[in-house]
C-alpha cells in the first residue's frame, strides 16, 4: 500500500473516508431520453429568491421559453423545457421533500424558441465581453449542477477587492454510483473546454484546472488530451476520496488553500464550477440554450440497465425509471442524488430538478439504518471530518440544543457530508443532529 | 503516649476554633444582602423549574417577582391562581385572577385516517424529520407522530397513543407551560382555557390547503367549508386560508358548531353525549324545514320566471335573491358544499 | 401507489460495515491466539477462570440493565465478554473462583456501569477489576502457577520474572546475577514465563495486534508510541547502569506490557480521541509504566499507567482537538 501510484496524487489533506465505488453505469453513453408526456418544472429549484412565474394556465409555451423571472440578484430564470399547453399552476411535492409551486406543461410537440441554435457544431470563438457573458449565464437560468443549485452568475460576479487567480472546474464526481459528470466528460470535452475559456473570460482569469479524480483514467486522458488545444487549461488527477467534490476540499486539493470558516472560495483567488455547469454555460452563451436538459444518472444495484440520461427539467422520475427497466422489486429507498448527500424521496412521482444528478434505487435490505449503540468514543467521526470539527461531539450539543457552544465549535462550518455518520460503529445518527443543531443555531441568530 | 494525645486533642481543638473564627467573620463581612422575602416565595413557587412563565426557572421569577412593581404581566401556569395568591399575599399586592389553560391538540389526523405514502427512518425527533421532507403522511401539516412534546413535558402530562399515533394530554398533570408547544414544529399544539366543568372546543386541525386536497389527505380534515361559523351566534369563528378558528375568548361553549362539521373536527370536550345528540337533531329538524322552504320558494321563483317571461321580463329573481338575506345565502352555501364530490 | 411503502431519511444512504458488534467480536477474534497458548500452558485452570469471568461478566451486566437501569440488556454487543476476558488474562489461572466472581463484579458494576455502561466509563473495567483483586487479595494475586505444560491440577507457584528481579535486587543482587537463573528473552517472547493469563507470550498477542490492525479495529498509535517510550526509557537507564538496569527487550517482553499496549490502553472508550492524542496517551503510559517498574514498590506498573493515563484522557482531548478546516495557525504558514 505505500507504494500504492494513487497514494502520491494529490488530495485533500484532512479526513475524508472512502466508501465503495459502485459506478455501475461508468460505460453507458448519454442516451436522449423521448419527450414525457406532461413535464412538472418546479418553480424553485436553486438557492435564493424564488422567481416570479409570467404564464398562465392555458397559454403555448416553446422550448426555451421563459416562465419564472428572477426576482432580485441571488436567484434564477426557469425556462419551459418543453412545447405545449401550461396546465395546472399549483403546488407539488418537488424534490426537495416539500410542497412547492410548479408549473405543468402538456407536451405537444417540439417547437424551439428560433433564438436558439440548435446545432452541433461547435462554436469556439467568445465574441462577448464579461459583463456579456454573465449578463447570458443569468437569463439562461444555469445554476450548480452538482447538487447545491447555486445560481451560477452569482459566483461569475465578483465583487470589488476580491481578485481571482484561478478557475477550478469540478470533474471530481466523489459521490459513489453517480456517472453522470464522467460521462459528459468522456462525450462532450470540446463543450466544457470551451465552456472553460467562457468562464475564464467572465472572470478574467489565465489558469483554469480540471480536478478529476484518479478512478476515472479515461476521462483524464481524454480531457487532458483535449486541453491541450485550450490555453491555460490543465488538467489535474486526484487520489479517490469523498468528500473531494466539495468546494473546500477540492481547492485546498488542487491549490493548497484552505477556504477560511465562513468564507468563499473567492476569498482565497478561486472559483469553482462544476463540468456539468461549465457545459451549461457553453451551451447558454453560444448557442443561447438556456437551462432546460440535464445528465442524469438512473442506478442501484438492482436496476436492470444502469444508465445515463439526457433528460428535459421537469420529467417526472418515473419515467427515468422506467427507462431504465422499471422500478426494480424491493426497491426501499429512491434518492435524489449520491448516496452520501442525495435526498431520499418519499414519492416516485417528482420532477427532476436542475440540480438532480442521479436517480439511485436502493434495494430495501440496505434502504433501513441499523441499530443504534451507545458512542464508544472510537474517535473514527473526528477523524472523518473534513472540516476538523468533533461530529460527536456537536451531535451532543445539537441534541441537547447548547446553540451558544455549537456556535463556538464551529457547526456552521458543517458541509453535510456525512462522513461522520457513514464511518460511526455505532450507527449513531450524527448527521441529523449536526444538521438540527445548524438550524437551531440559525434560528437563534436570526432572533439576536 | 499520653501527650501525644492530650496534644493532638488540643491542636485540632485550637484548629477548629480558628476555622469557625474566620467563617464567622468572613460570613458577616461577606453577607449577601437578599431581600427577606425572596426565600419565601421561592418556598410559594413550586419549583419545577419549568420555564412556563417564560422565565428560566423559579429563581429568576421569584427575583423578579419581588423586584415588581405589579403582578398583572406574571403568571405562574404550573401553581395557577392558588399559587399566585400565595406570591401576592407575601409582596402585598393584588393579583388577578386568571383562568387555567391546557395544552390541546389540534389535529385528528390519527393512522388509518391519514394516509401514508413512506416511512421514515431517520432520528427519530419531530423536528428532524419535518425538516427533512413534508412528512411520512398525506397532510405536510398534520402530527409527525414521533412524540418530541411527550419528550419536551416534565410532568409525564402527555403521552403517544398507540392506535392514532398522536399526542394525549392528561388533563389532570397538564399545567400549561408551554414545553410542548414550543416543542412541537408544525404548531399543532396550542393552549386553550380550560373551560368550566372543563368544557372546551376547538377545531383539530391547523391544515391550510385547499378543501379537496386536504381532505384528500385526511378524511377529518378541515375544508374550511365554514358551516360551523354560520352556525355560530356569537360571530366566535373565522374561516380564513381555508381553515376555521375558534376565538375562545367569545366562544360560549353552545356546542351548536360541534354538530354543524360534516367530519366532526370539532372537539367538544367533556360534552354530554345526549346534549350533542339534540343539538345535531334539532339541527336536522331546523335544516328540513329550510330545505323544504327553500324548495318551495324556488318552485315558486321558478313559476313567476316562467311568468315573467311569458311576459317578458326577466328581473324578478334578481329581487328574490336580495329578499332572502342572509339565513337563506348560507344555505345555498351549505348545500352547494355537500354536492360537492371532493368532501363527500 | 406501490404496497412497499418508500424509506425517507436524511442523508447519508450508505454505511460502512464495520459496527460495533463486529468490532467487539474482532477483539475477541485477536484474543484467541493468546488464550490458546494459556490453556496449553496452564491447563484447566486458564479455561476455568477465563469461563468464570466471561460469565459472570455477562451476568453482571444482564442483571444491573434488567434490574437497575431497567433497560434492554446490553450484554449482546459483546462488551462484557471483552471485559471478562481481558480480566481473566490479567489474573493467575489459579485464582479461586470467588475471587474471579468478585473482580467481575467490580470490573462491570463499578468500572462500566455505575458510569452508564459502554461509552460512559473513564475506566477500563478489566483494569479497575484488576486493580480492586490485587490491592484486595494480594496474595492469591501474587502467586502465579509455574508455566508448565500441563494438564495437572496442582502445579508449583512461583513469581513472575519482573518479580523475580525486583526481589533479587531488593536483596542486593546486580541484574546479571539474577538475569542468569531466568529463561532467555527469546522464551519470554515465546510465551514460557510466569504471569497472569494472557501475558505470557508476546508472540500470540502480536499476532492479535497484527489482526486487528488488519481489519482496522484499532491504529497503530498507542501500542507503538507506548513499547517505543517504554523501550527508550529502560535502555537509557540500562545503559547508564547494566547492574542495576534490567536490558529494555525484558522490560518489553515480559509483564504486562504487550498486554496492555494492544488490549489495553487500546480500549477505545478510554483512550483519546485524535491520533495526536493517541500518541500522548501512549507515550505516558510508557512512562508511569516505567517510573513504576524502576523506582516503586510494585514489581509491575502497567495496570497502574494505563488507570491513571485514563483519568488524563478528557484533559488530553481538550489539548488535542482537531485543528478546523480553515483556521491555520501561525506556526503552520
Redesign the interface.
Known amino acids: 500500500m505505500l507504494f500504492d501510484l494513487n497514494n502520491k496524487l494529490k488530495t485533500f489533506h484532512?479526513g475524508g473516508?472512502h466508501?465503495?465505488e459502485h459506478k455501475l453505469s461508468e460505460h453507458a453513453a448519454i442516451e436522449e431520453l423521448p419527450l414525457p408526456r406532461q413535464v412538472v418544472i418546479p418553480i424553485f429549484q436553486h438557492i435564493g429568491k424564488p422567481p416570479k412565474i409570467v404564464v398562465e394556465r392555458g397559454d403555448e409555451v416553446k422550448v426555451g421559453q421563459i416562465i419564472a423571472v428572477h426576482e432580485g440578484f441571488v436567484s434564477s430564470n426557469i425556462h419551459s423545457s418543453v412545447s405545449g399547453k401550461v396546465g395546472r399552476i399549483d403546488e407539488v411535492i418537488d424534490s426537495s421533500?416539500f410542497r412547492r409551486m410548479a408549473v405543468n406543461v402538456r407536451v405537444k410537440d417540439d417547437v424551439w424558441d428560433e433564438s436558439i441554435d440548435r446545432s452541433d457544431n461547435l462554436v469556439t470563438e467568445i465574441p462577448f465581453a464579461p459583463k456579456e457573458i454573465v449578463e447570458k449565464i443569468m437569463e439562461a437560468g444555469v445554476v450548480g449542477q452538482g447538487g447545491a443549485a447555486f445560481p451560477s452568475h452569482v459566483k461569475l460576479s465578483v465583487p470589488e477587492g476580491k481578485h481571482i487567480d484561478t478557475l477550478i472546474i469540478n470533474g471530481v464526481e466523489c459521490e459513489?454510483y453517480l456517472t453522470a459528470d464522467h460521462r459528459l466528460m468522456l462525450e462532450r470535452p470540446h463543450e466544457i473546454m470551451v465552456g472553460t475559456k467562457i468562464l475564464m473570460k467572465a472572470l478574467g482569469v489565465d489558469r483554469a484546472i480540471v480536478g478529476i479524480e484518479n478512478n476515472k483514467l479515461d476521462a483524464i486522458e481524454l480531457i487532458e488530451k483535449v486541453s491541450r488545444e485550450y490555453d491555460g487549461i490543465s488538467v489535474e488527477s486526484l487520489k479517490v476520496q469523498y468528500p473531494q467534490g466539495g468546494e473546500?476540499q477540492l481547492i485546498?486539493a488542487l491549490l493548497g488553500r484552505?477556504?477560511?470558516?465562513?468564507?468563499l472560495p473567492m476569498d482565497v483567488g478561486a472559483v469553482v464550477h462544476n463540468v456539468g455547469t461549465t457545459y451549461s454555460v457553453y451551451h447558454a452563451v453560444q448557442k443561447n440554450k438556456p437551462l432546460i436538459e440535464r445528465v442524469v444518472t438512473v442506478t442501484g444495484k438492482k436496476v436492470k440497465k444502469p444508465a445515463n440520461y439526457m433528460v428535459r427539467i421537469g420529467t417526472s422520475v418515473t419515467e427515468l425509471i422506467e427507462a431504465s427497466g422499471g422500478?426494480p422489486e424491493?426497491?426501499?429507498?429512491?434518492?435524489s442524488g449520491g448516496?452520501?448527500?442525495?435526498?431520499?424521496?418519499?414519492?416516485?412521482d417528482v420532477p427532476i430538478a436542475k440540480a438532480t444528478s442521479g436517480i439511485?434505487l436502493?434495494p430495501?435490505f440496505?434502504?433501513?439504518?441499523?441499530e443504534v449503540?451507545?458512542?464508544?468514543?472510537?474517535?473514527k467521526c473526528?477523524?472523518a471530518?473534513?472540516?476538523?470539527?468533533?461530529p460527536?461531539h456537536l451531535m451532543l450539543l445539537g441534541k441537547g440544543k447548547n446553540t451558544d457552544e455549537a456556535k463556538e465549535e464551529?457547526i456552521l462550518?458543517c458541509i453535510?457530508c456525512?462522513s461522520c455518520?457513514?464511518?460511526?460503529?455505532?450507527?449513531r445518527?450524527i448527521?441529523?443532529y449536526i444538521?438540527f443543531g445548524k438550524s437551531s443555531v440559525r434560528k437563534a441568530e436570526n432572533n439576536q | 503516649m499520653n501527650d501525644i494525645i492530650l496534644y493532638t486533642i488540643l491542636i485540632l481543638v485550637s484548629l477548629g476554633i480558628a476555622a469557625a473564627i474566620i467563617l464567622y467573620v468572613v460570613s458577616l463581612k461577606f453577607k449577601v444582602k437578599e431581600d427577606p422575602r425572596l426565600p419565601e416565595v421561592m418556598d410559594a413557587l413550586p419549583n419545577t423549574n419549568c420555564g412556563g412563565c417564560g422565565f428560566p426557572g423559579c429563581s429568576a421569577f421569584a427575583t423578579e417577582l419581588v423586584n415588581a412593581d405589579d403582578l398583572g404581566p406574571y403568571h405562574c401556569p404550573v401553581g395557577g391562581n392558588d399559587v399566585m395568591k400565595e406570591v401576592a399575599d407575601i409582596l402585598g399586592m393584588e393579583v388577578e385572577e386568571k383562568d387555567p389553560f391546557i395544552a390541546v391538540v389540534k389535529c385528528a389526523g390519527a393512522i388509518g385516517v391519514r394516509k401514508?405514502?413512506?416511512?421514515?427512518?431517520?432520528?427519530a425527533t419531530c423536528t428532524?424529520a419535518s425538516d427533512?421532507?413534508s412528512g411520512?403522511r398525506g397532510c405536510s401539516d398534520g402530527c409527525v407522530g414521533l412524540g418530541e412534546c411527550v419528550d419536551a413535558c416534565d410532568f409525564d402530562a402527555m403521552y403517544m397513543d398507540e392506535y392514532t399515533g398522536l399526542p394525549v394530554v392528561v388533563e389532570d398533570k397538564c399545567t400549561a407551560c408551554n414545553a410542548c408547544v414550543k416543542a412541537c414544529p408544525k404548531d399543532i399544539i396550542q393552549l386553550w382555557p380550560k373551560g368550566k366543568k372543563n368544557k372546551r372546543i376547538y377545531v383539530a386541525c391547523v391544515n391550510e390547503d385547499k378543501g379537496g386536497t386536504a381532505r384528500k389527505n385526511c378524511s377529518l380534515a378541515c375544508s374550511g367549508c365554514a358551516k360551523c361559523a354560520d352556525e355560530c351566534k356569537y360571530d366566535a369563528i373565522t374561516v380564513e386560508n381555508n381553515l376555521a378558528k375558534i376565538d375562545y375568548e367569545t366562544c360560549k361553549l353552545c356546542g351548536k358548531c360541534v354538530v354543524a362539521c360534516d367530519v366532526r373536527n370539532i372537539v367538544a370536550d367533556h360534552f354530554k353525549q345526549e346534549q350533542l345528540d339534540k343539538l345535531a337533531e334539532r339541527r336536522d329538524a331546523r335544516l328540513e324545514k329550510e330545505k323544504e322552504a327553500r324548495i318551495a320558494e324556488r318552485q315558486k321563483a321558478k313559476a313567476e320566471a316562467q311568468a315573467a317571461k311569458q311576459s317578458g321580463e326577466q328581473k324578478p329573481l334578481d329581487e328574490k335573491l336580495n329578499d332572502s338575506a342572509v339565513p337563506e345565502k348560507t344555505e345555498k352555501e351549505e348545500v352547494s358544499t355537500n354536492q360537492n364530490p371532493d368532501v363527500v | 401507489m406501490?404496497t412497499?411503502?418508500?424509506?425517507?431519511?436524511?442523508?447519508?444512504?450508505?454505511?460502512?460495515e464495520?459496527?460495533?458488534?463486529?468490532?467487539m467480536r474482532g477483539v475477541i477474534y485477536a484474543m484467541l491466539p493468546a488464550l490458546a497458548l494459556s490453556v496449553y500452558v496452564f491447563g484447566i485452570g486458564a479455561v476455568n477462570v477465563t469461563v468464570i469471568a466471561i460469565v459472570s461478566c455477562a451476568f453482571f451486566e444482564y442483571l444491573i440493565c434488567t434490574y437497575l437501569l431497567k433497560t434492554k440488556s446490553?450484554v449482546a454487543?459483546g462488551?462484557a465478554i471483552i471485559t471478562g476476558m481481558l480480566l481473566a488474562f490479567n489474573v493467575p489461572s489459579n485464582l479461586p473462583w470467588y475471587i474471579v466472581v468478585i473482580g467481575s463484579a467490580v470490573a462491570i458494576g463499578i468500572g462500566k456501569m455505575s458510569f452508564g455502561?459502554?461509552?460512559?466509563n473513564p475506566f477500563n473495567p478489566a483494569l479497575v477489576g484488576r486493580v480492586f483483586l490485587l490491592i484486595s487479595f494480594p496474595v492469591q494475586m501474587t502467586s502465579w502457577p509455574e508455566p508448565v505444560a500441563s494438564w495437572s491440577i496442582d502445579g508449583a507457584t512461583g513469581a513472575t520474572p519482573l518479580g523475580l528481579l525486583k526481589d533479587g535486587l531488593r536483596v542486593g543482587d546486580t541484574v546479571p546475577a539474577i538475569m542468569n537463573e531466568m529463561p532467555s528473552n527469546v522464551d519470554f517472547l515465546l510465551g514460557f514465563q510466569g504471569g497472569s493469563l494472557g501475558e505470557m507470550s508476546g508472540v500470540a498477542l502480536i499476532l492479535g495486534l497484527i489482526y486487528m490492525l488488519y481489519r482496522k479495529i484499532i491504529t497503530w498509535h498507542i501500542p507503538i508510541s507506548m513499547v517505543v517510550t517504554i523501550f527508550i526509557l529502560t535502555g537509557l537507564f540500562w545503559l547508564i547502569n547494566p547492574e542495576k538496569y534490567a536490558d529494555p527487550v525484558f522490560h518489553i517482553l515480559t509483564g504486562g506490557v504487550l498486554l496492555g499496549a494492544i488490549f489495553m490502553a487500546t480500549d477505545?472508550?478510554?483512550?483519546?480521541?485524535?491520533?495526536k492524542g493517541m500518541l500522548i496517551f501512549g507515550v505516558g503510559i510508557g512512562i508511569i509504566t516505567v517510573l513504576i517498574r524502576l523506582f516503586g514498590a510494585y514489581p509491575e506498573g502497567v495496570s497502574f499507567a494505563i488507570l491513571i493515563m485514563n483519568a488524563f484522557v478528557p484533559l488530553i482531548n481538550r489539548y488535542t482537538?482537531?485543528?478546523?478546516?480553515?483556521?491555520?495557525p501561525v506556526t503552520n504558514g
Open positions: 484532512k473516508v466508501p465503495p421533500g459513489p473546500k485546498e484552505e477556504v477560511p470558516s465562513g468564507g422500478l424491493n426497491t426501499g429507498k429512491i434518492v448516496p452520501m448527500m442525495g435526498k431520499a424521496l418519499g414519492d416516485m439511485l436502493i430495501t440496505e434502504s433501513k439504518r441499523s449503540y451507545n458512542c464508544v468514543r472510537c474517535g473526528i477523524e471530518c473534513p472540516m476538523g470539527l468533533e460527536y464551529n462550518d453535510e456525512g455518520s457513514f464511518i460511526c460503529p455505532s450507527n445518527p448527521l441529523d444538521r | 401514508q405514502f413512506s416511512e421514515y427512518d431517520g432520528a428532524i427533512l421532507y411520512e | 406501490s412497499t411503502l418508500l424509506t425517507v431519511a436524511p442523508s447519508p444512504h450508505i454505511h460502512q464495520l459496527t460495533v458488534p463486529q468490532i446490553s454487543d462488551s455502561g459502554l461509552g460512559n477505545y472508550v478510554t483512550s483519546p480521541f485524535t491520533h482537538k482537531p485543528r478546523r478546516f480553515g483556521n491555520k
